[in-house]
């Protein structure tokens, strides 16, 4: 069993930055990969990015590439999301998941936290 739980979400303006925490719960989540994704109101969960259990891989959607980065600590049993240059379109509430392999679909991942809310402001 993994809990999973987001932080450092918050209101930013276009351009800044923000990083987002993933902190696991559960002595097997190094071999878990993570995905982050993220939701608007009245819409889907879509892919953002994702890493592979032992960091190795990582895959970004093209919306976000070149401004995101996933990384992850399994010392600290965390996975990260550094956000540069936001955009407006970046609002939403971003999730993290656990599954035993790194996908972008999201039918792939069995744990999930509960969300951190990024609003962007223009």
């Known amino acids: 069993q993994v809990q999973l739980v987001e932080s450092g979400g918050g209101l930013v303006q276009a351009g800044a930055s923000l990083r987002l925490s993933c902190a696991a719960s559960g002595r097997t989540f190094m071999r878990y990969a993570v995905g982050w994704f993220r939701r608007t109101p009245g819409k889907e969960r879509d892919f953002v990015a994702a890493?592979?259990?032992?960091?190795?891989?990582?895959y970004y959607a093209d919306s976000v590439k070149g401004r995101f980065t996933i990384s992850r600590t399994n010392a600290k049993d965390t996975v990260y999301l550094q956000m540069n240059s936001l955009k407006p379109e970046d609002t939403a509430r971003y999730y993290c998941?656990?599954?035993?392999?790194?996908?972008?679909?999201?039918?792939?991942?069995?744990?999930w936290g509960q969300g951190t809310q990024v609003t962007v402001s223009s």
């Open positions: 890493i592979s259990w032992s960091g190795g891989s990582t």
């Open positions: 998941a656990a599954g035993p392999t790194v996908l972008t679909a999201q039918t792939g991942y069995n744990y």
